[in-house]
C-alpha cells in the first residue's frame, strides 16, 4: 500500500459538500401554509387583477412594453408557479393524510377501548342484577316475618288453649 501525499488509496477521499439541513416539519408547515394560500378566493383575485394589469401595461402602454403580445415571460411565470405550487400542494396532501392515518388509528383505538369498557359494564351489571336477584327485598322479608308472626300467634294461642284445658281437666279431677 503505497501513501501519495498522506493518504491511502484504499480508502476513499471525503468531500467537503455544503449539505442543508432542513427540518421536515418546518418545511411542511410552510408548504401547508402556501398551499392553504393558493386555495383562497383571495389569492384566485389578486393573481386576475395581475394579469390583467400585465396584460393592459403590455398592450397599452407602447413605450414599457417588457412582454409583448404572445405574453411569454407571463406564460413562463405561471409555468414556473405550477412547478412550485404542485409539489407543494401534494406535500401538504401528504402531510394531511398522514394527519388522517394517525386520527383514524386513533379512532380506532379509542373505539376498541369504549367496546371493550362497554362489555365490561355490561358484565358487570348482569352480575349486579343476578346478585341482587338472589338477595333478600324488603317486602319479600316482611311478608315471610308476618307469615312467621302469625304461625307462632297460632302456636302460642293452641297452646294456651291446651293449657286451659289441662287446667281444666285439672280442676275437675280434683
Same mark, same amino acid.
Given at each position: 500500500?503505497?501513501?501519495?501525499?498522506?493518504?491511502?488509496?484504499?480508502?476513499?477521499?471525503?468531500?467537503?459538500?455544503?449539505?442543508?439541513?432542513?427540518?421536515?416539519?418546518?418545511?411542511?408547515?410552510?408548504?401547508?401554509?402556501? !398551499?392553504?394560500?393558493?386555495?383562497?378566493?383571495?389569492?384566485? *383575485?389578486?393573481?386576475?387583477?395581475?394579469?390583467?394589469?400585465?396584460?393592459? %401595461?403590455?398592450?397599452?402602454?407602447?413605450?414599457?412594453?417588457?412582454?409583448?403580445?404572445?405574453?411569454?415571460? +407571463?406564460?413562463?411565470?405561471?409555468?414556473?408557479?405550477?412547478?412550485?405550487?404542485?409539489?407543494?400542494?401534494? +406535500? !401538504? @396532501?401528504?402531510? @394531511?393524510?398522514?394527519?388522517?392515518?394517525?386520527?383514524?388509528?386513533?379512532?380506532?383505538?379509542?373505539? *376498541? @377501548?369504549?367496546?371493550? $369498557?362497554? #362489555?365490561?359494564?355490561?358484565?358487570?351489571?348482569? =352480575?349486579?342484577?343476578?346478585?341482587?336477584?338472589?338477595?333478600?327485598? /324488603?317486602?319479600?322479608? /316482611?311478608?315471610?316475618?308476618?307469615? %312467621? +308472626?302469625? #304461625?307462632?300467634?297460632? /302456636? %302460642? !294461642? !293452641?297452646?294456651? *288453649?291446651?293449657? =286451659?284445658?289441662? *287446667?281444666?281437666?285439672? $280442676?275437675?279431677?280434683?
Amino acid at each position: 500500500m503505497s501513501e501519495q501525499g498522506g493518504r491511502k488509496l484504499d480508502t476513499p477521499s471525503t468531500r467537503r459538500t455544503i449539505s442543508f439541513n432542513l427540518d421536515s416539519d418546518v418545511v411542511g408547515m410552510y408548504s401547508e401554509r402556501v !398551499a392553504r394560500f393558493l386555495g383562497t378566493g383571495r389569492y384566485l *383575485a389578486i393573481q386576475t387583477v395581475v394579469v390583467i394589469v400585465w396584460i393592459a %401595461l403590455n398592450l397599452v402602454a407602447v413605450t414599457i412594453r417588457w412582454d409583448p403580445y404572445p405574453f411569454i415571460l +407571463l406564460n413562463l411565470a405561471f409555468s414556473t408557479q405550477a412547478a412550485y405550487a404542485a409539489p407543494l400542494i401534494l +406535500l !401538504a @396532501q401528504n402531510r @394531511q393524510e398522514n394527519r388522517d392515518r394517525v386520527a383514524l388509528e386513533e379512532d380506532r383505538m379509542r373505539s *376498541a @377501548q369504549t367496546k371493550a $369498557d362497554t #362489555e365490561f359494564l355490561a358484565r358487570e351489571l348482569a =352480575a349486579v342484577r343476578l346478585a341482587v336477584g338472589d338477595t333478600v327485598t /324488603r317486602d319479600y322479608l /316482611r311478608k315471610e316475618l308476618d307469615d %312467621l +308472626l302469625d #304461625e307462632l300467634t297460632e /302456636r %302460642l !294461642a !293452641a297452646r294456651d *288453649a291446651e293449657s =286451659a284445658d289441662e *287446667a281444666d281437666a285439672d $280442676d275437675r279431677s280434683q
